[in-house]
């Protein structure tokens, strides 16, 4: 996905988080530059300035408000999601949430404590 893409994705998501009255939110993404992008405390005065600039005047709006990155191979979640809502048509999910996605959001949390295990 173009950087560009992520970073509208990423606004996206914490407008939608303080649309639905989120007080405190950690928003995680794969993307490095992105999430660096995001923690500086400085204008940004590069190609998509703009939004991230955006994005930081919408954290203001949280009571904690926590960016992190991880790794490509433990977003999994993120990434499954993604393509079962590219499967999907017209599906928003605010309590209940299909199996699928219990299932797989189960398998990564099990497959992130066997990691800090060994």
Same mark, same amino acid.
């Given at each position: @996905?173009?950087? =560009? /893409?992520?970073? =509208?994705?990423?606004?996206? &998501?914490?407008?939608?988080? *303080?649309?639905?009255?989120?007080?405190?939110?950690?928003? !995680?993404?794969?993307?490095?530059? @992105?999430?660096?992008?995001?923690? /500086?405390? $400085?204008?940004?005065? %590069? *190609?998509?300035? =703009?939004?991230?600039?955006?994005?930081?005047?919408?954290?203001?709006? %949280?009571? $904690? %408000? /926590?960016?992190?990155?991880?790794?490509? &191979?433990?977003?999994?979640?993120?990434? +499954?999601?993604?393509?079962?809502?590219?499967?999907? +048509?017209?599906?928003?999910?605010? !309590? !209940?949430?299909? %199996? *699928?996605?219990?299932?797989?959001? &189960? +398998?990564?949390?099990?497959?992130?404590?066997?990691?800090?295990?060994?």
């Amino acid at each position: @996905m173009l950087p =560009l /893409l992520k970073l =509208l994705d990423f606004r996206l &998501a914490i407008q939608f988080a *303080y649309d639905m009255g989120f007080q405190n939110i950690i928003v !995680e993404g794969d993307s490095l530059n @992105m999430v660096k992008a995001l923690k /500086l405390h $400085s204008d940004d005065n %590069f *190609y998509f300035g =703009l939004v991230i600039n955006d994005c930081k005047s919408l954290s203001c709006l %949280f009571s $904690s %408000f /926590l960016v992190s990155h991880v790794q490509r &191979a433990d977003n999994v979640v993120v990434h +499954t999601l993604a393509k079962f809502a590219l499967d999907s +048509t017209n599906s928003i999910w605010i !309590e !209940e949430i299909p %199996f *699928y996605i219990v299932y797989v959001v &189960a +398998t990564n949390l099990v497959r992130v404590l066997m990691k800090s295990f060994v």
